[in-house]
């Protein structure tokens, strides 16, 4: 009998009935001696017996049998005949798409028994015979719960039906679009270690601590950029997103190892709580009189293909005019909503001040969007040092007024590795107070060319720490030579989270930071929330500064509902977008409410 022959008649049997079947097949019937699912997974993370032929007879618990899915299904032994080690797994994955199983099936088949990428499975399956359609009653799902006692620890579960229970929280989603999956962590989110410790050996056990607290759920879906994307049901779009911080119920999933990582792909419906829900606005205090506010925000590469209409791609953000549209109309909207009366900006084009530049189409995006105008500053330079990218500044006129011309800092490390600070002093156009406000974005955390103390120093804080710490002191030695106020704000990208030293020597210079709660982030790496955008505040405003917040609009969306079109169906450049403030950055913009007062003498003594 041919095995086309026999999956006819093993397709008939499954809908009337396969007794009648059985003593047809060539090979040794249902309940014959067949080698455990134990024995074969071992207790180590390779099978004691790869490469040999075990024929099994196990429960069907998931099949991902699609040309799109995982080419294949998943086993678990009965529990009567479970070996009872807990050290070795009961389940498997089945390589094979000839024969479609359904979830629930006894099957009895033959394979080789292989390693593929990590994870035991069984292929060159010869034949599958069904014993009995509806066994799903003989298997027992296997609790999981986080974090895990080590890394290695789910190894015992591979290829099991597993429930994974506890207080789950989303604390990645980044590859939510690309690979339908997203990353779980018990209780909160996972913080940064040098957000909330000290760099060094505390950041080290924290991360250890992290690292065991994390489990991917994949939807099993083996192509990229699949549509729709599944999570949150009923599919991702604009107005129905998944953000960090967002809880999860408990997670009823097969449990599979690929790409390096240990992952459940759900078979069962997965639910969501509602508790991080988009803020619609930044959370200021009711009183709009006697306030005003001043925020710092990284745009993510804002280039304008020099002019209008012009040029696409650039060397960074948007690759053609449609993304740019896209891109502006995003940024447009969230920095018109936040309506600070001045605005720091990060990673704008450096490519001067004229009408056609960066900082000029920003702003008249702005304009559109704003019930108040804004206005950038000219340093009254060509470029504002030599970087791709530069700090700028905006500001509602008739809030504030620059006093004097703008000023930079163009001595080391600015003129090579920090971009170049701006700063401008202001007069409360209300009170006649004077405020200094200085924008910077300092030296990322990546290691291309780094050496001696900018390499990578093993404690947390990344390459060009050095570089940093550098930054922050010449920055507030240069502010005490060139401010006329004591009021001074520090803003920016400080590449820094709040626990690291360049952060610790500007507070060290008399600076204060309220970023620095356990809960606060404005950025999210890996999985892992920190502050990296910074208001901080000179100590003649201690009394003045009524909170330091950021807005959460970036950092916990899916970067996926970005402006970007790449990888993107006709049907997704519609449901994926909008014209709203969500994702239009990747960094969350950082504001300071300051609680104004008429001066009783001049600021400027």
Request: glycine share 8%; hydrophobic share 35%.
């Amino acid at each position: 009998m041919t095995k086309g022959i026999i999956n006819q008649k093993l397709f008939l049997a499954a809908s009337i009935g396969f007794s009648w079947l059985i003593p047809q097949l060539s090979q040794a019937a249902c309940g014959d001696p067949a080698t455990l699912i134990a024995s074969i997974q071992g207790i180590a993370a390779e099978s004691p017996v790869s490469g040999e032929i075990h024929t099994i007879e196990a429960v069907v618990t998931a099949s991902f049998q699609g040309d799109d899915e995982l080419s294949g299904f998943f086993i678990q032994e009965e529990l009567a005949h479970e070996d009872g080690d807990t050290a070795s797994s009961e389940g498997l994955f089945v390589f094979h798409q000839d024969t479609i199983v359904e979830p629930g099936m006894l099957v009895r088949l033959s394979g080789e028994v292989q390693e593929r990428f990590g994870q035991t499975q069984l292929a060159s399956v010869s034949e599958i015979i069904v014993c009995d359609s509806n066994a799903s009653h003989a298997v027992k799902s296997a609790e999981v719960r986080l974090p895990l006692e080590s890394a290695d620890a789910l190894e015992a579960n591979e290829g099991m039906l597993v429930h994974l229970k506890g207080k789950l929280t989303v604390t990645d989603n980044f590859n939510l679009g690309r690979f339908g999956e997203f990353v779980v962590s018990n209780k909160e989110r996972l913080m940064l270690p040098t957000q909330v410790v000290s760099p060094g050996m505390d950041a080290e056990v924290l991360q250890n601590e992290n690292d065991l607290n994390r489990l991917i759920i994949d939807d099993g879906n083996n192509t990229q950029n699949a549509e729709p994307i599944v999570y949150p049901s009923p599919e991702l779009s604009a107005h129905n997103s998944l953000r960090t911080g967002q809880r999860v119920k408990p997670i009823v999933g097969v449990l599979a190892y690929a790409f390096g990582n240990y992952r459940i792909h759900p078979t069962e419906f997965v639910r969501f709580d509602d508790n991080n829900d988009r803020p619609d606005s930044p959370n200021f205090d009711d009183n709009h009189d006697n306030r005003l506010i001043v925020a710092s925000f990284n745009v993510e590469n804002y280039f304008n293909g020099d002019g209008l209409g012009g040029s696409f791609p650039t060397s960074r953000g948007a690759d053609s005019y449609s993304e740019f549209q896209r891109q502006s109309m995003k940024l447009g909207r969230a920095i018109g909503d936040l309506g600070a009366a001045i605005i720091g900006i990060a990673e704008l084009e450096n490519d001067g001040y004229g009408e056609n530049n960066a900082i000029a189409s920003l702003t008249g995006v702005i304009n559109t969007h704003s019930y108040d105008e804004y206005r950038f500053i000219n340093p009254g330079m060509d470029v504002l040092g030599n970087d791709e990218i530069a700090v700028g500044m905006i500001y509602q006129p008739d809030k504030v007024t620059p006093i004097g011309a703008a000023m930079t800092l163009e001595e080391p490390p600015f003129d090579e590795f920090s971009r170049q600070p701006l700063a401008q002093l202001f007069e409360v156009n209300e009170t006649g107070m004077k405020i200094l406000v200085v924008m910077n974005h300092f030296k990322s955390k990546g290691c291309s060319g780094a050496v001696d103390a900018d390499r990578d120093q093993g404690d947390g804080q990344g390459c060009y720490n050095a570089t940093r710490v550098q930054s922050a002191a010449r920055l507030t030695e240069w502010l005490d030579t060139i401010s006329p106020t004591p009021h001074k704000v520090i803003l920016g990208d400080l590449n820094s989270y709040a626990q690291e030293d360049p952060v610790q020597t500007l507070e060290d210079a008399g600076y204060h930071n309220l970023m620095d709660d356990d809960d606060d982030y404005s950025y999210v790496f890996e999985g892992q929330a920190g502050v990296l955008d910074y208001a901080l505040f000179s100590k003649s405003m201690r009394g003045m500064v009524k909170t330091v917040k950021a807005w959460h609009i970036n950092a916990d969306e899916p970067r996926v509902l970005d402006y970007n079109e790449e990888f993107k169906s006709a049907t997704q450049l519609i449901t994926l977008f909008n014209d709203d403030p969500y994702r239009s950055s990747d960094h969350d913009p950082v504001y300071i409410v300051i609680k104004l007062k008429k001066p009783h003498h001049d600021d400027s003594d």
